[in-house]
Nanobody
């Protein structure tokens, strides 16, 4: 059974940084999603086996998705955080490799990110 385990969430002030990690391996594509209270889940970024990345407009230039295949870990480096980045962040893997569709096969339990102003 495939398990994805996120870590690295926390509380920071606006302008700060966090790095999320997701223990995952052997997937053709992986992605990060987030869901704020009362809002729908939205895709943040994805990366495929070739290393091609895609980002939501709201995080371009601030977030970086990457994979360390030696450590079997997916990362999301988040810089210049804003209060509107607050939410539960989930990693996802395999399935339809397009974060805008949200049709990934495997999902983690999430890690909370809170950004205060």
């Amino acid at each position: 059974q495939v398990q994805l385990v996120e870590s690295g969430g926390g509380s920071v002030q606006a302008g700060g940084s966090l790095r999320l990690s997701c223990a995952a391996s052997g997937h053709t594509c992986m992605a990060w999603f987030r869901q704020a209270p009362g809002k729908e889940r939205e895709g943040v970024a994805d990366i495929n086996i070739l290393g091609t990345t895609t980002y939501a407009d709201s995080v371009k230039g601030r977030f970086t998705i990457s994979v360390d295949n030696r450590k079997n870990t997916l990362y999301l480096q988040m810089n210049s955080l804003k209060p509107e980045d607050t939410g539960m962040y989930y990693c996802a893997a395999s399935g339809v490799c397009n974060f805008r569709l949200g049709l990934y096969t495997y999902w983690g339990q999430g890690t909370q990110v809170t950004v205060s102003s």
